[in-house]
């Protein structure tokens, strides 16, 4: 509907135009659903919501007659190459907030009559009563049981984002972040690479972009000969972009990564095995009891509550309290997890029973791997308003890290390997190891 609308104004303006939208942070507008623009002026960034236009965004219209003369476009030069000569920006109101807008570009200078004005300023009206009525949004977002209270509204720019994914694995990846409730943006900018006369001749389009974090996220599950080409494209990025965080996602860690949910091509692979001791019984117990003794120190007097997320962590927080000499509380949270299931979003299927407002709690988890789980829990549980909040890991697959956290203590940093036992499963298999060990695929048992 709102492409369709889009579309009725770039015909009868004879101009390209876009709903720009707010991400959550309200900092950065980007392109959704656009017509008779060209890729390189789409893909060129996020938009500054205070440099672009900012008046737009405190509820003005905004009527750029020349954008060669007019010091309120953010991308002049670009603006000149794409044949862009005049902007309107009409603000757009969804239950009461300014959301965005709508951009008009005009391949000549003009002057916007009030028809014009009112003609589009009518037509984002329309984009307002349809974005603000719930029931024409994907169901997916209206309807989703809001257990806890403390998910985040999704912007408007989360709901009507219309992407076509190159590949299957990008959807994917997107459910997984939308499970997770992590605001995320399909290819806004085209890094120019390489320039011929002037001329770019090559060029880099990330497949994520996380506003939350600041992060862009390339998914590599081609044939490996290519991912040579991509990463010598990435040390490229990093030299002439050195302010952009980027990671990239090679298809082993993206299959670990699913494996992890019992999906995807990991989890087809009947028998497997123990490829090698990480961590033997006596080696866990050594740190189990040095983590004990450091939190015992730090949190004398302080008559800590120790929050364990289950199932995984069962073992590591019984050892660890028993080795604790303080007197503390115990309380475990379960969470649901990724899944086939559609239109899910992780929620908290068992919440803590101790009002922690006022006293010292301490996150103990068995692993942190992207760290979304925890970013999650934290989130909740600082809503309480607790006296502090820290964490506690046995194992930290830190290359791994996606969500953007704070670990006090930790037990082992480990490599990017599955791993299971002293708690750990593989679809809740190998649990009551007494070692850590580390699968493989593919073996024989
Ligand atoms: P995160 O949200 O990606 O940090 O994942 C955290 C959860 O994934 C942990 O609490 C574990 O339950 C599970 N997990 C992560 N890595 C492994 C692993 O190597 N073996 C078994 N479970 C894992
Ligand atoms: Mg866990």
């Not at 862009?84 to 009409?90: K, N």
């Not at 009518?122 to 024409?136: S, Y």
């Not at 997107?174 to 120019?192: C, G, K, Q, T």
């Not at 040390?235 to 302010?243: A, G, I, N």
Request: proline residues 5%; charged residues 25%.
């Amino acid at each position: 509907m709102l492409d369709k609308i889009v579309y009725a104004i770039s015909e009868a303006m004879k101009a390209g135009v876009s709903l720009v939208l707010l991400d959550s942070s309200r900092k950065k507008l980007a392109h959704t659903t656009s017509h008779g623009l060209p890729h390189a002026y789409l893909h060129k960034g996020l938009l500054d919501a205070e440099k672009s236009l900012g008046e737009m965004l405190q509820g003005k219209v905004v009527a750029i007659k020349d954008t060669k003369k007019d010091g309120r476009v953010q991308y002049p030069a670009l603006a000149g190459e794409a044949g862009i000569a005049a902007m309107l920006g009409v603000p757009l109101t969804v239950e009461n907030k300014i959301v965005g807008g709508i951009r008009v570009y005009m391949k000549s200078p003009r002057r916007f009559p009030k028809a014009d004005i009112e003609f589009v300023t009518a037509m984002t009206r329309l984009i307002e009563i349809a974005a603000g009525n719930r029931t024409f949004l994907p169901a997916k977002t209206a309807d989703r049981p809001d257990m806890t209270g403390i998910e985040p509204q999704r912007t408007l720019l989360q709901q009507v984002q219309k992407v076509v994914f190159a590949h299957p694995s990008e959807k994917e990846f997107a459910r997984w972040l939308d499970f997770y409730n992590l605001e995320w943006i399909y290819e806004p900018r085209s890094f120019p690479l390489t320039w011929q006369d002037k001329k770019v001749t090559e060029m880099f389009t990330p497949d994520f972009y996380l506003p939350g974090l600041d992060l862009y996220v390339e998914l590599t599950t081609m044939k490996q000969s290519l991912v040579t080409g991509k990463n010598r494209k990435l040390r490229r990025l990093k030299e002439l972009y050195p302010d952009i965080k980027i990671t990239l996602l090679y298809k082993k860690d993206y299959e670990r990564l699913l494996g992890k949910y019992g999906l995807g091509p990991l989890s087809e692979t009947r028998s497997r095995s123990i490829e090698r001791v990480l961590f033997s019984a006596v080696e866990i117990q050594e740190k189990v009891h040095e983590l004990a003794g450091q939190l015992s120190r730090d949190y004398a007097g302080c008559h800590p509550v120790m929050v364990g997320v289950l199932r995984g962590v069962f073992c590591f927080i019984s050892d660890l309290v028993r080795a604790m000499t303080i007197p503390l509380d115990v309380d475990f949270m379960a969470i649901s997890y990724f899944s086939d299931a559609d239109n899910s979003a992780v929620k908290i299927t068992r919440d803590i029973d101790f009002n922690v407002t006022g006293r010292h709690v301490i996150m103990v988890e068995d692993i942190v791997d992207t760290g979304m789980t925890l970013s999650y829990i934290l989130k909740h549980l600082k809503m309480r308003d607790p006296a502090s909040l820290s964490v506690c890991t046995l194992l930290d697959k830190r290359v791994r890290r996606i969500a953007d956290i704070t670990i006090e203590y930790t037990g082992f940093e480990v490599p990017d390997e599955f791993l299971v036992g002293y708690g750990l499963d593989y679809k809740e298999e190998y649990r009551n190891l007494p070692y850590i060990g580390i699968l493989t695929p593919g073996k024989e048992v």
